[in-house]
């Protein structure tokens, strides 16, 4: 499965699309995505969970997994439009309090204009 | 004269002379009472104490009796003391009780490295993996009897939970309370639902959770506000009531007499809660702590508290009291953030910069070193240690690396990180292996353990630490609890096969570690309470000497954070009375005269014992 990867603003900030499932499956697929995407040098990211309707912890895991090299570069991890199942999930393990979320696309991507 | 095996008769025998209460203790007592009830009161409590301590008396064994006439407190602990901290069910196997199980594998395998085992709390309970106690007097017949328990103290010290602060919303006590039972009126803290706490109180009181303070239940008079400091089905109980004191004193003794060696006082810095202040470390909280260590100093002499405060450790070690008047040991919670830090970054400045404030208590207390526990990598302890960069630093890499993040609510009405839930193992390794053959993963592993096993203080290891277990994530959204991923119930034939595949990381991991407690154990330089001195050497490494008193002679210990190797000189002070040395992991003789540098590999451990030179 390929995760297609837009840019916004300038290309200072790539949106990552999440499927229907985000597991074990395909998590470490994100992973390696989330880190060409980092090496690029671009560290604002926004995940894309408007067609997500179920997460595993493995696919928990590739979220965040480059968020210290973002954060330490000045950006950040930034989710939009995330269903009522995966906001039960991201209130569980209490990532809705590390990762800001936004109700749409356009305003998550927007969030990284404003700071 | 070691302990004996009979400890405690099944019944109290009243044909012997009946406990004396010594006149110094029985107005230490006094005093204290007076200071929590007032003098009147206090007058009134004071028999009902010195009745439970008569009675506790009466269990005692003569043989304990006149094992106690010898008993030196300051030999309470030595540098053979190594606490095995465990649920009393984290191993599973067939359909045996699983106390009898968790006493096979003890047997079999670790009672040559610890001699202490912490069970934690094995009551019934309804929530919080036993920290809701429905029950303090009886053991989960779930996890099998106090037979059990009595079983596992015939061959380990043991240690057991003191949950004081609060009890189960389903308990008896509890559900009396509800019901309107006078004799339970006043166990809690209550308020009538139309008369709040004004907002200022509220903002004043310290939170370890982003829970409300209180919850509402129905009871037989309507509906009442109760104060439930960790979750609603935990209620606080109310120490202001002297009948919760006098109760929660009997438990404690019935603890001693059940074969407790050591009672952990569970978040004791909320006990006493008096509204207008912050609810924490209050005078009568250190009073109430006060109050069990005269009771033990006069009737069981042999058992220690050990306060679990996690909160900044200028605070935490408050909880020393004088150093022979309150914990005979205490957390040392910043030491595993510490830590943490140390071998994620690389860097040991803040390590160091802490440990050298690090300096003995008394001969009678010392430091609780442990690095993991069923809870997670507090932050409070490392408040004014790290600053709020590098906190955040850990946060994040306790993300990538797989594990979770609890919060607390401030008095700002915010949230902030209060604690890192993940596995040692996986803190220390990452979530993704791919980079690290085994044996560098088990080298830095074992690492990190050394600080802990050779810092001064009695260390702990938690089972999922020992064993090395990575993080159970998918338990944390079964169980809907953070803290669930290091909490992972183990099955005892798999567990078994690990132990005996050597080349299995756990096994890897056991082995490593029983090497490094023999050599703990065999040296007097480890003592709990042998003098230590923090050297800054180099940045990758963490440094320290131990030193028993009375002796010229020390053990250099230095630790690499890093993979690696680095060259380091011993610093002059030490060479000054001999340049001959003995490494006590590789068990080789170096001689400093010929050459001044030493070499010490990634993630090396290295113990150098200065050797005498020979008249």
Same mark, same amino acid.
């Given at each position: 499965m390929a995760f297609d990867v837009s840019y916004a603003l300038d290309r200072t900030v790539a949106v990552i699309e999440i499927p229907e499932r985000l597991d074990a499956g395909c998590s470490n697929e994100l992973k390696d995505k989330i880190n060409e995407i980092v090496n690029e040098s671009i560290y604002n990211i926004v995940i894309n969970?408007?067609?997500?309707?179920f997460i595993d912890s493995s696919g928990l895991g590739a979220l965040v997994s480059k968020i210290s090299v973002c954060k330490a570069n000045g950006g950040d991890i930034k989710l939009a439009a995330p269903g009522k199942r995966v906001f039960e999930i991201l209130q569980i393990t209490h990532l809705d309090k590390v990762l800001n979320y936004y109700h749409d696309l356009e305003e998550a991507i927007n969030s990284f204009a404003t700071g | 004269m070691n302990k004996p095996v *009979?400890?405690?008769?099944?019944e109290p025998d009243y044909n012997r002379p009946l406990f004396e209460v010594p006149i110094d203790i029985k107005r230490k007592i006094i005093n204290i009472l007076t200071l929590l009830y007032g003098s009147e009161a206090s007058r009134r409590i004071y028999p009902e104490l010195e009745r439970i301590m008569k009675v506790y008396y009466a269990y005692k064994c003569e043989d304990l009796i006149e094992w106690e006439k010898s /008993?030196?407190?300051?030999?309470? /602990?030595?540098?053979e003391d190594v606490i095995l901290i465990t649920y009393g069910d984290i191993i599973q196997k067939n359909s045996r009780k699983p106390l009898k199980v968790l006493a096979d594998f003890c047997r079999d395998y670790f009672s040559n490295s610890f001699n202490?085992?912490?069970?934690?709390p094995f009551f019934p309970y309804s929530s919080d993996r036993g920290f809701?106690? +429905?029950?303090?007097?009886?053991?989960d017949h779930n996890l099998g009897t106090w037979s059990d328990i009595e079983d596992i103290g015939i061959d380990f010290k043991l240690m057991f939970d003191g949950v004081f602060n609060h009890i189960s919303a389903k308990s008896k006590w509890f559900q009396e309370f509800l019901n309107g039972n006078p004799d339970y009126k006043n166990f809690f803290i209550v308020l009538s639902t139309n008369e709040m706490v004004s907002e200022d109180h509220l903002k004043l009181i310290v939170r370890p959770?982003?829970?409300?303070l209180f919850t509402e239940f129905q009871t037989i008079e309507g509906p009442k506000l109760v104060w439930t400091t960790f979750s609603p089905d935990q209620v606080d109980l109310n120490f202001h009531n002297p009948k919760v004191l006098v109760k929660m004193i009997d438990i404690f003794l019935t603890y001693v007499r059940r074969g407790a060696d050591m009672i952990r006082l569970d %978040?004791?810095?909320?006990?006493w809660e008096e509204l207008g202040?912050?609810?924490?470390?209050?005078k009568q909280t250190h009073a109430i702590i006060k109050l069990f260590r005269v009771i033990l100093d006069a009737v069981a002499p042999y058992v220690a508290l050990i306060t679990e405060t996690n909160v900044p450790h200028e605070q935490n070690i408050q909880?020393?009291?004088?150093?022979?008047?309150? %914990?005979?040991?205490?957390?040392?919670? %910043?030491l595993p953030p510490l830590v943490y830090h140390s071998f994620v970054t690389g860097r040991t400045n803040k390590l160091t910069k802490w440990a050298?404030?690090?300096?003995?208590?008394?001969?009678?207390a010392t430091y609780f070193n442990f690095?993991? &526990?069923?809870?997670g990598i507090g932050l409070l302890p490392v408040k004014g240690l790290l600053d709020n960069d590098e906190m955040d630093f850990l946060v994040y890499q306790t993300l990538e690396r797989g594990g979770y993040i609890s919060y607390r609510t401030e008095s700002d009405g915010s949230e902030s990180p209060y604690e890192l839930n993940i596995t040692w193992y996986s803190a220390i390794?990452? &979530?993704?292996? &791919?980079?690290?053959d085994q044996g560098r993963r088990v080298k830095r592993y074992i690492a990190s353990r050394a600080i802990a096993l050779f810092f001064m203080g009695v260390p702990g290891v938690y089972f999922h630490g020992l064993i090395g277990s990575k993080n159970d994530a998918e338990a944390v959204l079964k169980?809907? *609890?953070?803290?669930?991923?290091?909490r992972e119930v183990i099955d005892g034939q798999t567990l078994k096969e690990k132990l005996e595949d050597k080349s299995s990381i756990s096994a890897q991991i056991v082995d490593n570690l029983n090497e490094l407690i023999g050599i703990r154990k065999n040296e007097?330089?480890?003592?709990?309470n042998a003098h230590q001195y923090v050297y800054?050497? #180099?940045?990758k490494l963490f440094a320290f000497v131990r030193k028993p008193d009375d002796s010229d002679e020390f053990v250099f210990c230095v630790i690499n954070v890093t993979g690696d190797a680095e060259v380091f000189k011993m610093p002059d002070e030490l060479t000054g009375k001999t340049k001959i040395f003995y490494e006590?992991? #590789?068990k080789r003789s170096m001689d400093?005269? +010929?050459?001044?540098e030493i070499e010490i590999g990634g993630y090396g451990i290295m113990l150098m014992k200065s050797i005498k030179k020979s008249a």
């Amino acid at each position: 499965m390929a995760f297609d990867v837009s840019y916004a603003l300038d290309r200072t900030v790539a949106v990552i699309e999440i499927p229907e499932r985000l597991d074990a499956g395909c998590s470490n697929e994100l992973k390696d995505k989330i880190n060409e995407i980092v090496n690029e040098s671009i560290y604002n990211i926004v995940i894309n969970l408007s067609n997500t309707n179920f997460i595993d912890s493995s696919g928990l895991g590739a979220l965040v997994s480059k968020i210290s090299v973002c954060k330490a570069n000045g950006g950040d991890i930034k989710l939009a439009a995330p269903g009522k199942r995966v906001f039960e999930i991201l209130q569980i393990t209490h990532l809705d309090k590390v990762l800001n979320y936004y109700h749409d696309l356009e305003e998550a991507i927007n969030s990284f204009a404003t700071g | 004269m070691n302990k004996p095996v *009979n400890q405690h008769n099944l019944e109290p025998d009243y044909n012997r002379p009946l406990f004396e209460v010594p006149i110094d203790i029985k107005r230490k007592i006094i005093n204290i009472l007076t200071l929590l009830y007032g003098s009147e009161a206090s007058r009134r409590i004071y028999p009902e104490l010195e009745r439970i301590m008569k009675v506790y008396y009466a269990y005692k064994c003569e043989d304990l009796i006149e094992w106690e006439k010898s /008993f030196d407190k300051s030999e309470m /602990f030595s540098q053979e003391d190594v606490i095995l901290i465990t649920y009393g069910d984290i191993i599973q196997k067939n359909s045996r009780k699983p106390l009898k199980v968790l006493a096979d594998f003890c047997r079999d395998y670790f009672s040559n490295s610890f001699n202490t085992i912490h069970i934690l709390p094995f009551f019934p309970y309804s929530s919080d993996r036993g920290f809701s106690v +429905k029950d303090f007097e009886e053991v989960d017949h779930n996890l099998g009897t106090w037979s059990d328990i009595e079983d596992i103290g015939i061959d380990f010290k043991l240690m057991f939970d003191g949950v004081f602060n609060h009890i189960s919303a389903k308990s008896k006590w509890f559900q009396e309370f509800l019901n309107g039972n006078p004799d339970y009126k006043n166990f809690f803290i209550v308020l009538s639902t139309n008369e709040m706490v004004s907002e200022d109180h509220l903002k004043l009181i310290v939170r370890p959770r982003t829970s409300p303070l209180f919850t509402e239940f129905q009871t037989i008079e309507g509906p009442k506000l109760v104060w439930t400091t960790f979750s609603p089905d935990q209620v606080d109980l109310n120490f202001h009531n002297p009948k919760v004191l006098v109760k929660m004193i009997d438990i404690f003794l019935t603890y001693v007499r059940r074969g407790a060696d050591m009672i952990r006082l569970d %978040a004791v810095t909320y006990l006493w809660e008096e509204l207008g202040t912050d609810c924490v470390h209050l005078k009568q909280t250190h009073a109430i702590i006060k109050l069990f260590r005269v009771i033990l100093d006069a009737v069981a002499p042999y058992v220690a508290l050990i306060t679990e405060t996690n909160v900044p450790h200028e605070q935490n070690i408050q909880y020393f009291g004088n150093g022979y008047d309150e %914990a005979q040991m205490v957390y040392n919670f %910043a030491l595993p953030p510490l830590v943490y830090h140390s071998f994620v970054t690389g860097r040991t400045n803040k390590l160091t910069k802490w440990a050298k404030t690090i300096k003995r208590v008394s001969e009678q207390a010392t430091y609780f070193n442990f690095l993991d &526990s069923h809870d997670g990598i507090g932050l409070l302890p490392v408040k004014g240690l790290l600053d709020n960069d590098e906190m955040d630093f850990l946060v994040y890499q306790t993300l990538e690396r797989g594990g979770y993040i609890s919060y607390r609510t401030e008095s700002d009405g915010s949230e902030s990180p209060y604690e890192l839930n993940i596995t040692w193992y996986s803190a220390i390794n990452g &979530s993704d292996e &791919s980079g690290d053959d085994q044996g560098r993963r088990v080298k830095r592993y074992i690492a990190s353990r050394a600080i802990a096993l050779f810092f001064m203080g009695v260390p702990g290891v938690y089972f999922h630490g020992l064993i090395g277990s990575k993080n159970d994530a998918e338990a944390v959204l079964k169980e809907k *609890n953070t803290r669930s991923i290091n909490r992972e119930v183990i099955d005892g034939q798999t567990l078994k096969e690990k132990l005996e595949d050597k080349s299995s990381i756990s096994a890897q991991i056991v082995d490593n570690l029983n090497e490094l407690i023999g050599i703990r154990k065999n040296e007097t330089f480890f003592h709990p309470n042998a003098h230590q001195y923090v050297y800054e050497i #180099s940045e990758k490494l963490f440094a320290f000497v131990r030193k028993p008193d009375d002796s010229d002679e020390f053990v250099f210990c230095v630790i690499n954070v890093t993979g690696d190797a680095e060259v380091f000189k011993m610093p002059d002070e030490l060479t000054g009375k001999t340049k001959i040395f003995y490494e006590l992991v #590789s068990k080789r003789s170096m001689d400093l005269e +010929k050459n001044n540098e030493i070499e010490i590999g990634g993630y090396g451990i290295m113990l150098m014992k200065s050797i005498k030179k020979s008249a």
